[in-house]
Every structure is written in structure tokens, then in C-alpha cells.
């Protein structure tokens, strides 16, 4: 009985209580092909929304990008991560079109360094990185970065983030949500 037990348990375990394969991890994080559906999902008429907007001729058109798990996939492929796919195709579009990308991130200065690297070899075309201060809340230093972008001439056409912290407060056209499934994606 025990044993019958044990392997009813390791197989809603396995299945999950529906009879479908576990999607998710202990912490409620859904599988990375999933994650990259949602991402694909979130981002739906991005390119679009940059033709139309450079169809204008303005210059100076930008995207403000968040960099964790909204540009790199340092939640799922860890500290060395790469480019999120369907964000690097975006940002290809970008390029073609003449529209910049701006990198605004809660990582601090004392990593710009690593920062720019790991974007470079993402293969990102990086027009201007706006850290954190070291101490300023997060929100504060999004806007701050936001703010300067705008001060330097660009305007925020797009605003890709994952998190409501990268989309507290203004300074940018259309916000792009990707997922952080309750804040376990930073
Ligand atoms: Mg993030």
C-alpha cells in the first residue's frame, strides 16, 4: 500500500494534479518555453507600433528597455545570460527603422562596466546605458533615467520592462509587460 502510495504521489508530482506536465517550478515560475510564449505574447504589435512611429520621420526616436529578464534572460540562463530572442528581433527592427535603444536598469555603476559587455555580446546595439544610484529606489532611478534620455533628445516610444517598477511615472509612449509571474523575475 505504501509503495502504491509512492508512486501515486510521484506521479501527480510529475503530471500535475490536472494530469498535464508540470509547467512550473517550486516557486510557482513557469517553464522558460512558456516564458518566451508569454514574452512573445506581451510584445505583440511592437514592431508595428515602430514602423508606424518612424513612418513620422522624428528623430530621436528611442526604446527604453529595461535590462533583467526584459532584455537579457538573467532569470532563466543566469549571470552570463544572453539577449531574450523575440526582444533582440525587436531591436533589430529598431535598427533597421533608425530608432535607438536606451538601456535604463536597476543595476548600479559599479557593474556598467560588466553591463555593457553582456549587452554588447547579446548583440545589442547599446545608445545609452542609465544605471542606478547606488541607495535611489528603484522607481526613482528608472524615472531619472527616463527624464535624461528625454533631456538628451529622445523621445520614448516604446517602454519594454518587466517589473511595475519600470513603468511608475511617465516619459515614454507605450508600455511593453512582460511577465516577472508575481515578482520572481526582477
Ligand atoms: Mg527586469
Known sequence: MKQVLTVLVLLT????PGGAPAAADE???????EWLKDVKQALKGSGDHL???AESGETG????LDI????????????DA??????????????????????????????RTRTLDQLEAAGYDVAALCMR??????????????????????????????NPTDFTGD????????????????
Open 13 to 16: 508530482v510529475a503530471l500535475g
Open 27 to 33: 516557486r510557482g515560475v513557469p517553464s522558460r518555453s
Open 51 to 53: 514602423r508606424e512611429r
Open 61 to 64: 526616436l528611442a526604446v527604453n
Open 68 to 79: 533583467d529578464n526584459s532584455s537579457i534572460a538573467s532569470y532563466y540562463d543566469g549571470d
Open 82 to 111: 544572453g539577449a531574450i530572442p523575440r526582444v533582440l528581433r525587436l531591436a533589430a527592427v529598431a535598427d533597421e527603422l533608425g530608432v535607438a535603444l536606451v538601456f535604463n536598469t536597476g543595476r548600479t555603476n559599479a557593474q
Open 133 to 162: 544610484k547606488k541607495g535611489e529606489a528603484i522607481p526613482h532611478g528608472k524615472q531619472r533615467c527616463r527624464d535624461r534620455f528625454i533631456a538628451q533628445g529622445y523621445t520614448l516610444v516604446a517602454n519594454i520592462g518587466n
Open 171 to 186: 516619459g515614454y509612449e507605450k508600455a511593453y509587460r512582460l511577465p516577472n509571474y508575481g515578482g520572481e523575475l526582477g
